[in-house]
């Protein structure tokens, strides 16, 4: 008995799809939010710098 048999792939594949369906409706709740967290924060900590 091998250790990657079709049942395991099978198991595999359809995690990896409910994985991403998941994924996408979280993202998607979201709304796009995250998208710019890094420069909002990065302009945040430039102007305390500055002032």
Do not use: C, E, P
Request: hydrophobic share 40%; aromatic share 4%; no cysteine.
């Amino acid at each position: 008995m091998s250790i990657v048999n079709r049942r395991n792939a099978i198991v595999g594949f359809l995690t990896l799809k409910v994985g991403k369906v998941v994924a996408r409706r979280k993202a998607k709740a979201v709304g796009g939010k995250l998208a710019n967290w890094r420069q909002k924060s990065d302009k945040k900590s430039s102007d305390k710098k500055s002032a």
